[in-house]
């Protein structure tokens, strides 16, 4: 099993940043492809951004591409989204996922096999 635990979100002003965290563990965790997701009131569950087992390889929603910036660090199992200049269409629940069928960073829910319980991020006019 793997377990996914986020962290960082909070309230912001617009403009602010943000750091948010995802720390990943379980007896079966290995470096996956992590994703980032984040789910507004009402709305769908929709792709952030994406990044490789290695983390040389990194993917972004149109919506927050030059604004967010996500990292990772393998000896501490930690996936990190830096969120920039925020919005505040950028409220939302945000998620991290692994996903475990194979090594490709993707942009669907769908493909993606563990999921955190979500971290709040509010950003305020």
């Known amino acids: 099993q793997v377990q996914l635990v986020e962290s960082g979100g909070g309230l912001v002003q617009a403009g602010g940043s943000l750091t948010l965290s995802c720390a990943a563990s379980g007896r079966t965790f290995r470096p996956y492809p992590m994703g980032w997701f984040r789910q507004a009131p009402g709305k769908d569950r929709e792709f952030v951004a994406a990044?490789?087992?290695?983390?040389?390889?990194?993917y972004y929603a149109d919506s927050v591409k030059g604004r967010f910036t996500t990292s990772r660090d393998n000896a501490k199992n930690m996936v990190y989204l830096q969120m920039n200049s925020l919005k505040p269409e950028d409220t939302a629940v945000y998620y991290c996922?692994?996903?475990?069928?194979?090594?490709?960073?993707?942009?669907?829910?769908?493909?993606?096999?563990?999921w955190g319980q979500g971290t709040q991020v509010t950003v305020s006019s």
């Open positions: 990044i490789s087992l290695s983390g040389s390889t990194t």
């Open positions: 996922a692994a996903r475990s069928r194979d090594f490709r960073p993707l942009m669907s829910v769908y493909d993606y096999d563990y």
